[in-house]
């Protein structure tokens, strides 16, 4: 769709509407399992793949575990929040300690090809659907 | 066995204004910890997905004001599945209770956590006086 008034407010709106309308959605329901539900996860498709992002601020690449096997993937590592013990603390907002999340794809994906990024305190996974899995249309004879 | 502490979701507050917004989308509140040394205040906020070239710090009459603009083009050709989050730009302003030195401010964005230095100014800083 190509509008000659794009208005990138306006983007940003249909964007947060469209995220809320999949809050309802049972596309992972009963397949994200394991302890707790931090860190929180947004999924997307793109195109055939399913993009994965999650919301990690102020983690130090070395205390986090990506395993992915077969259609599982899971993500585990800690959170510090550490000020030296000389400071008077006015606000405590953040959060910190252990997370181990483990989520189950309902499609298969191909583990070789998974790729991780961390940048600006979000973890993207880019997860590639497995050839075997991606639907083939039939030719009629 | 050293105490495990497991991570809780905390739910994005949404910033309630109090002016009426001409943008129509919505704006979410960082998690903030502040604290205070000898010489400074610090602020320490969450923004993840915002980078360093999209935040704004302004102090104006003892308030500061803390904005991160997202860049939401990233998200442009994605079909969302499955939410947990929502995203949108980041807002927050904190009253100063003591004096900041408004020339020294400084700032640091790691990993989507800005820290900030706000250094006291000289007749803020405690003293310690000797009796005699």
Not at chain 1, 93 to 110: A, K, M, W, Y
Not at chain 2, 4 to 14: D, F, H, P, Y
Not at chain 2, 26 to 31: D, K
Not at chain 2, 111 to 116: F, H, K, N, T
């Amino acid at each position: 769709m190509i509008t000659t008034f794009a208005d990138p407010f306006d983007a940003l709106l249909s964007l947060q509407r469209e995220l809320e309308s999949r809050l309802a959605s049972d596309w992972l329901e009963g397949a994200t399992t394991s302890r707790g539900p931090f860190p929180p996860i947004n999924v997307f498709q793109q195109g055939d793949d399913i993009l994965t992002l999650m919301e990690l601020p102020g983690i130090d690449k070395n205390e986090l575990q990506i395993e992915a096997k077969a259609n599982t993937i899971r993500i585990s590592g800690k959170k510090r929040v550490d000020y030296s013990n000389d400071v008077s603390v006015h606000r405590r907002e953040r959060v910190s300690g252990d997370f181990d999340r483990t989520l189950s794809l309902p499609i298969q994906v191909d583990p070789d090809r998974i790729k991780a990024e961390y940048r600006d305190g979000l973890l993207a996974l880019f997860l590639p659907r497995a050839e075997s899995d991606k639907p083939r249309s039939i030719k009629l004879k | 066995m050293p105490t495990r502490q497991e991570l809780q979701v905390q739910q994005k507050r949404e910033l309630e204004k109090k002016e009426e917004s001409t943008i129509p989308a919505r704006v979410f509140l960082p998690t903030a910890d502040i604290y205070e040394t000898n010489d400074a205040l610090n602020v320490v906020l969450e923004m993840p997905g915002v980078d360093k070239n999209s935040v704004d710090i302004r102090v104006e009459d003892g308030v500061l004001k803390i904005e991160g603009r997202l860049d939401f083009s990233k998200y442009q050709g994605l079909q969302p599945l499955y939410t947990e989050y929502n995203v949108g730009h980041y807002s927050r302003s904190f009253r100063l209770s003591s004096k900041i030195d408004q020339n020294k401010i400084a700032a640091e964005l790691n990993d989507g956590v800005l820290s900030l230095v706000l250094p006291k100014v000289e007749d803020a800083k405690p003293r310690t006086i000797q009796v005699k």
